[in-house]
């Protein structure tokens, strides 16, 4: 029997469905493996990121999401989610990463000055702890890989978390492709699909610090699943919501 994932980006059990934007040799991976998707796209965001899920989309916990005005609700509501919606976002920054916010069982590490200010009301109401960084694109630069262990390429995100419980992998940037003019993210490559296993969009041998990545993951019992053998690209994520 299917289960809402409660925990935002966190399953506890193998996810059966997930958003993840529409990337064809993604998805097929994410089929091959027994993981249906949901995908979302913007006709305002630049194409480069117009299929990015951590753009349009951002799980509260429990069964609500925070979806895009723009967005069509309904596949979201048939699984079983309350979907709610702010501000509609725009084509640049600060206005495109309104729901770019990363969020896990007790907390949420957002940008005060660009995220949406009814889900941050939401996100507070809820009782997680709101931890503010510099970096608008939060969740595109952070990977959760356990509730207290994530890595991010963003200096600004690593000193802000310096100082807290949760345990900091500091990676390089440059080695993950968004497209021929721009680098990606890390946390815009991955996603959990289970309680110890974390998808890569691409092979670690591409990452400078792969291994680092692989050790950093292992420490806390968790393993890489790497979807394609390929350069590790920037998706906007890959969202789990059912087991």
């Known amino acids: 029997m299917s289960k809402l994932i409660l925990t935002p980006n966190l399953p506890q059990e193998p996810v059966t469905l997930a958003a993840a934007g529409n990337y064809p040799e993604i998805i ?128 600004s995100i690593y000193e802000s978390l310096k100082n807290t419980d949760i345990h900091t992998l500091l990676i390089s940037k440059g080695d993950i492709y968004l497209s021929d003019s721009h680098c990606g993210f890390f946390g815009g490559a991955t996603g959990k699909i289970d309680k110890n296993t974390l998808a890569v969009t691409g092979s670690l041998q591409y990452h400078r610090d792969g291994e680092k990545i692989r050790d950093f993951c292992r420490s806390h019992g968790v393993e890489i699943k790497e979807l394609t053998d390929g350069k590790i690209i920037d998706i906007g994520g890959i969202l789990p919501l059912i087991s």
């Open 28 to 155: 097929s991976a994410l089929e091959g493996i027994g993981i249906n998707t949901i995908s979302f796209e913007s006709g305002i965001l630049p194409d480069e990121v117009s299929r990015h899920q951590d753009m349009l989309l951002c799980h509260i916990g429990q069964e609500r999401l925070f979806l895009d005005p723009s967005q069509d609700k309904a596949p979201l509501e048939k699984e079983g989610f309350s979907v709610l919606t702010g501000d509609k976002i725009g084509d640049t920054y600060p206005l495109d990463v309104k729901l770019n916010i990363a969020v896990s069982r007790d907390f949420f590490i957002y940008n005060p000055k660009t995220a949406d200010s009814t889900l941050i009301k939401e996100l507070i109401n809820t009782g997680k702890k709101g931890i503010p960084v510099k970096q608008g694109y939060t969740k595109c630069s952070l990977c959760f890989v356990t509730e207290n262990a994530v890595i991010t390429e963003d200096p």
